[in-house]
């Protein structure tokens, strides 16, 4: 129902969209996901034209929006938007806020536009607030207040840009149900949020946006669980990730163990942990490895999921296959061992350095 084709939004110094095309389906829930900056506002806003895009169309239900003059408001008839500061009207009450609209832009008699109101703060739970002013309201309430007003307009489309990122904790619960029950209505919806379990848990597509665009598309299950994308995984799993160099065998040993500790402090990584980390690191590298290699190419990648609270050591080294686990020098793989709950070795033909050793450092 709305089809983007080389979407392209600049703005002086950046630009956030390179070339956006896709297609988003009646009754499609999507979640807008990525690090800040990639331009997940900038995608919303230029779907309902609160901007204008450099280049690129956008149709919606066959009809095109893009390079018109005056396209503004039967646009914003078909799309809601629900914006993280709520953008209430503070002189208005809730009900008015409801029924504005409507009267203006559909219409609507002041009479139906009360009963479809007060019909909709029912469903977001706050017919009792309809004669009460925004002030009176708190951050949750707000916000559902703003969901109700955008469906008053029976918009085709919901966009919310980071719904529940200004309410305090306590009340990003009332104001996700409230969009869990929409999506289960069928309302075709993008959400923008930091949320990851809602974000799972809510829709039937997942955009995550990097590189000016939408990076990887697919289903919660693919993007959360397996993400075809290493950038797209590294954010899904908050991982904190360092990686090091060695092409000597008289790199600079002191430097490298100083860089590891730095790491994990900066990660609050737990010292028995790191301590494991500069096991593996002296034992692997500089026992095991370097003795090893004639002229070593070795790279160390340290991963820290903040998700799952781990630490994996992963070196990639050249030569011939050779499992340094098992056929290292048996008394630094044996300290290896004690240090590493689970490891797994390959050796891909193709690679420069074909032999990876990946290692689950001990909890
Ligand atoms: N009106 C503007 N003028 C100039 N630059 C802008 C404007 N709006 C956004 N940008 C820039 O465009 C880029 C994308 O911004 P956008 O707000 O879309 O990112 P975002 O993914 O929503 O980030 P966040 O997660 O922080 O909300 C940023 O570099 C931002 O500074
Ligand atoms: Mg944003």
């Known amino acids: 129902m709305i089809k983007i084709e080389h979407l392209q939004k600049k703005y002086e110094g950046t630009t956030p969209l390179k070339d956006v095309s896709v297609e988003i389906h009646d009754g499609d829930v999507i979640s807008v996901i990525g690090p800040s900056g990639t331009g997940k506002s900038t995608l919303l806003r230029c779907i309902n034209l609160l901007e204008k895009p450099t280049a690129g169309r956008i149709w919606v239900d066959g009809e095109e929006i893009t390079g018109r003059k005056k396209p503004a408001l039967a646009v914003r008839r078909k799309m809601g938007m629900v914006f993280q500061s709520f953008n209430l009207f503070g002189h208005m009450t809730v009900i008015e806020n409801i029924m504005l609209s409507p009267m203006d832009l559909l219409g609507q008699s002041k009479q139906a536009a009360y009963e479809e109101g007060m019909r909709l703060l029912r469903m977001v739970g706050l017919a009792e607030k309809a004669f009460a002013y925004p002030d009176e309201l708190s951050g949750g309430q707000k916000q559902r207040v703003a969901i109700a007003r955008a469906l008053a307009m029976d918009p085709d489309i919901i966009l919310f840009d980071e719904p529940t990122s200004a309410l305090d904790p306590t009340m990003v619960g009332e104001v996700q149900t409230v969009i869990r029950e929409l999506a289960k209505t069928g309302k075709t919806m993008m959400i923008v949020t930091h949320e990851m379990r809602f974000a799972k848990a809510i829709s039937n597509r997942v955009f995550f946006m990097d590189e000016g665009g939408i990076y990887e598309d697919g289903t919660p299950e693919q993007v959360f669980e397996h993400p075809i994308k290493e950038k797209t995984r590294r954010f899904i799993q908050r991982l904190k990730v360092m990686e090091l160099e060695i092409h000597s065998a008289d790199y600079d040993f002191v430097g490298m163990e100083n860089k590891i500790a730095g790491y994990c402090e900066k990660n609050r990584i737990s010292p028995k942990v790191a301590g494991r980390v500069q096991l593996i690191f002296e034992e692997l590298v500089q026992q095991i490895l370097i003795s090893r290699l004639s002229t070593p190419d070795i ?65």
């Open 299 to 363: 790279r160390v990648m340290i991963e820290y999921s903040e998700e799952k609270g781990r630490v994996t050591f992963t070196a990639r080294y050249n030569g011939e296959p050779f499992d340094a686990i098992l056929e290292g020098d048996t008394l630094s793989a044996d300290i290896l061992k004690s240090a590493v709950e689970e490891k797994e070795y390959r050796y891909l033909e193709e690679e420069e350095c074909p032999n990876e050793l990946k290692l689950k450092v001990k909890d």
